[in-house]
């Protein structure tokens, strides 16, 4: 097995441990602190935001010719105007932008989730699927991590503690989006079992237990941090030239450490902004209100970025 196939091999698995971690640990806490603690769950969903954040920091490096730094700067600037007016919309229209951002989340969680298993196929020889498997999977595993926890009747304490003009953002319909979702991850967990891609069972039958058996900010905050963060991070990995590099010297750990360091001033630039906007906006005067909203407006420029990686990735170019 080549390190390229080992590193993507653990990704998954360790992407799977975590959060069955994140699971017990869960039901640990619910059962001696109670679910209406939330000091519990901030503290796991700061820590699993702080892993994921890194992951999207690395587009310009994937996206622009190598030698071209004023083309580079180009770039970094309307990446950086671009989640400045997210940033603006979602502070200025709380729920409507809060609607756009979920589901344009739950479009990249699913896609790029796809994208990494068919990445993973190919380094293992596997056979090509059509768009439409890729689809079976691709559905519920981005709806799961972010429909699920936010249309749960938890979700309004939750929000309470984050922003409370976001409890009614559903309006009536969250016992709706909450039934549909499942019967699609149902659907197509059958589906898959039926066609013998027991590893893709696994992982969407995981996913439904977290969104179920979590509160809402550690559903997606594990999800975030220890899923989607990890395994966009491994697919970093095939297009960085010092991680090639390390694969040739057959050090898979080294090549994911090299996708990851490059990230680390995001992280602190993210926090820098959020303590910022934490202090000008008295009304959503919460810290993590304010790294979430960063982390949301973000997804925008970064999903624009990663689109043509996953289009590659999932028709195999």
């Keep these: 097995m080549s390190a390229k196939q080992r590193l993507f091999t653990a990704t998954r698995s360790y992407s799977q441990l975590f959060v069955l971690i994140a699971l017990i640990l869960s039901l640990f806490f619910t059962a001696f602190l109670g679910s ?5 769950q901030i503290a796991l969903a700061v820590i699993a935001l702080i892993i994921g954040i890194p992951h999207g920091a690395l587009d310009h490096l994937l996206t622009l010719p190598k030698g071209k730094p004023v083309k580079m700067a180009f770039f970094v600037l ?18 409507l932008g809060f609607q756009l951002v979920v589901i344009m989340s739950a479009a990249h969680f699913g896609v790029g989730d796809a994208a990494f298993i068919a990445e993973s196929e190919r380094l ?3 056979v090509s699927k059509s768009l439409m498997d890729r689809l079976i999977y691709a559905l ?43 019967l699609i991850a149902a659907s197509s967990i059958f589906v898959l079992i039926f066609k ?27 999800y975030f941090g220890l899923w989607h963060a990890l395994r966009h991070t491994a697919r970093l990995t095939l297009n960085l030239n010092k991680s090639e590099i390390a694969y ?18 995001a992280l602190i630039g993210t926090f820098m902004v959020a303590v910022v906007l934490a202090a000008a906006n008295p009304d959503n005067s919460r810290l993590l209100w304010s790294i979430l ?8 420029p970064h999903m624009m970025v990663t689109a043509k990686l996953d289009k590659g990735a999932l028709l195999g170019k």
Excluded at 197 to 221: G, M, Q, R
Excluded at 293 to 300: D, E, G, K, R
């Design 36 to 40: 209406d603690n939330l000091n519990w």
């Design 78 to 95: 309307i990446y950086v105007l671009i989640a400045v007016a997210a940033v603006w919309a979602i502070l200025k229209w709380n729920v």
């Design 124 to 126: 293992n020889g596997g």
């Design 140 to 182: 519920p595993a981005g709806l799961l991590p972010v429909f699920i926890p936010l249309s749960s009747e938890q979700t309004n304490t939750a929000l309470a503690e984050v922003n409370p003009k976001l409890i009614n953002w559903a309006g009536s319909n969250s016992n709706l989006i909450h039934l549909c979702v499942l």
């Design 196 to 222: 013998r891609d027991d590893k893709s069972a696994i992982d969407l039958t995981l996913l439904t237990a977290l969104s179920i058996l979590t509160p809402p900010l550690v559903a997606f905050a594990i």
């Design 248 to 265: 040739q010297n057959n050090q898979p750990k080294q090549a994911f450490m090299q996708a990851v360091l490059p990230g680390i001033p």
């Design 293 to 300: 909203v960063v982390i949301w407006a973000l997804t925008v």
